[in-house]
């Protein structure tokens, strides 16, 4: 099994629609990361957290909002989609030694 | 503000050429960070450069971190198709743990 898992994989919703996508992971991390990847623009992040008291917006947390409900849970939420928002979004945790360790993705397509 | 910039962002080239990649920031980094991504999966460490002037070999692949440590380089040599994917540079924003990424670049290894 993945040591960080991410739900849904893929989801098409439409524009207006409230959308939450789920991080969980297995690594005992204790700070964990949003990214959202467009198209020829890399990895922009959104939100992080370090622990379940602390969150903190990153560079694009806009039309975003995560919850943090325990250390190995972080879930970022779309209140109202908009097309600009699709998306492929990743969730990472991040080690001791300072490496990223991503989910394998959720594909978001707001129509 | 992207605080990473990547040249080039596309890359394709013949087996056996030889490549470098370049990751450039106006800011000191306490290091910094390259992962590679395939389709459909999340970005995977290669490397970590924490010292000024250091230099890491990974097999084919050489790491450079610049003296001052505002920039970073890739260099493959003998690229070979399996080389091909996405790679990106990463660093933690000067005194925190708000890891950003550069922009990426595609490169893309022809038989």
């Known amino acids: 099994d993945a040591d960080v898992t991410q739900t849904p994989r893929n989801r098409i919703t439409k524009t207006g629609k409230r959308i939450m996508l789920e991080c969980s992971q297995t690594?005992?991390?204790?700070?964990m990361y949003w990214y959202r990847q467009d198209p020829g623009l890399g990895l922009r992040l959104i939100y992080y957290?370090?622990?379940?008291?602390?969150?903190n917006k990153g560079e694009i947390s806009d039309g975003y909002s995560v919850s943090r409900q325990a250390q190995a849970k972080f879930s970022l939420s779309l209140e109202s989609a908009i097309p600009n928002q699709t998306a492929l979004y990743f969730c990472?945790?991040?080690?001791?030694?300072?490496?990223?360790?991503f989910g394998e993705g959720s594909r978001l397509t707001v129509l | 503000t992207q605080l990473l910039e990547q040249s080039p962002q596309f890359l394709s080239i013949q087996e056996g050429e030889n490549l470098t990649v370049y990751c450039n920031s106006s800011?000191?980094?306490?290091?910094l960070q390259w992962y590679r991504q395939e389709p459909g999966e999340g970005p995977v460490l290669l490397v970590t450069?924490?010292?000024?002037?250091e230099v890491k070999k990974l097999k084919r692949l050489t790491f450079q971190f610049g003296d001052a440590r505002k920039d970073s380089s890739l260099h493959i040599t003998a690229a070979q198709p399996g080389d091909t994917g996405l790679y990106l540079c990463?660093?933690?924003?000067?005194?925190?743990?708000?890891?950003?990424f550069g922009t990426g670049t595609r490169l893309k290894v022809l038989a």
């Open positions: 990472a945790t991040l080690g001791q030694g300072g490496e990223l360790f």
């Open positions: 690594k005992g991390h204790d700070r």
């Open positions: 957290s370090f622990d379940v008291k602390d969150i």
């Open positions: 800011s000191v980094f306490s290091s």
């Open positions: 450069v924490v010292t000024g002037g």
């Open positions: 990463a660093g933690p924003t000067p005194g925190t743990y708000k890891y950003i």
